[in-house]
């Protein structure tokens, strides 16, 4: 069973509203990534952190997500104005600092925005 | 750039035939591959992964084996059951976990 723990599981929105999902990384693990999975199963990289810095993220996110990883508190992934576009499966995952270490995903939020 | 192909889209077998789905990657570098397994309504899981001394990873039946001279990472299973319907990614590692498309595996009793 999944320990990367992701609420809510669902999450409806109107267009232009703020949309914000969290992420709680299995215990002892450093690094946590977000991905966002379309309607065609396809995964798309968003956003990583290592603790509480920013390791890498594409431009949608710089632009048009907020996303932080603080010590002591959950991860978190908003996005600033939704659009009908975003409607996807939002997935965390974590991992210890090692490139060939596997990632622990979380079961999603699924987002939609009306 | 960097990337992971998966070329097909949907599989559909028979019950106890054997599974062959396939994987290429393009990498500046020599990248650890990873095979995960969505099962509908579930949380991706890693199936299994390369090993840095070339040996075969195995699990639940299925293996795959790393070829760097062609760049692939194709995943194998002699005899495919009914419980092993679900999505298949193979990912490649280099900085962040990159995922090909994606193979839906739907097995037929």
């Known amino acids: 069973n999944s320990k990367v723990i992701q609420t809510p599981r669902y999450l409806v929105k109107g267009q232009g509203q703020k949309a914000k999902m969290r992420c709680i990384p299995e215990?002892?693990?450093?690094?946590v990534f977000w991905y966002q999975q379309n309607k065609n199963n396809e995964f798309k990289f968003l956003i990583n952190?290592?603790?509480?810095?920013?390791?890498?993220q594409i431009d949608m996110t710089e632009k048009r997500f907020s996303a932080e990883c603080p010590s002591n508190s959950p991860c978190s992934l908003e996005i600033q104005s939704s659009e009908a576009g975003d409607s996807a499966l939002y997935l965390c995952?974590?991992?210890?600092?090692?490139?060939?270490?596997?990632?622990?995903f979380g079961h999603g939020t699924k987002l939609s925005v009306l | 750039g960097d990337s992971v192909t998966q070329t097909e889209g949907l599989v559909t077998l028979t019950e106890g035939l054997p599974v062959m789905l396939n994987c290429t990657y393009q990498?500046?570098?020599?990248?650890?591959l990873f095979w995960y397994v969505q099962h509908l309504n579930e949380a991706p899981k890693l199936l299994l992964k390369?090993?840095?001394?070339?040996k075969r990873p195995e699990h639940q039946g299925f293996h795959a084996t790393l070829h760097k001279s062609s760049s692939s990472f194709h995943l194998q299973k002699s005899s495919a059951q009914l419980s092993d319907s679900a999505l298949y990614y193979c990912?490649?590692?280099?900085?962040?976990?990159?995922f090909g498309q994606g193979t839906k595996l739907s097995i037929k009793p």
């Open positions: 995952a974590s991992s210890l600092p090692v490139s060939n270490e596997r990632l622990f």
């Open positions: 215990k002892g693990h450093p690094v």
């Open positions: 952190f290592q603790n509480q810095e920013v390791l890498q």
């Open positions: 990498s500046t570098y020599s990248p650890f």
């Open positions: 390369s090993f840095t001394d070339n």
């Open positions: 990912a490649s590692y280099q900085g962040k976990l990159i």
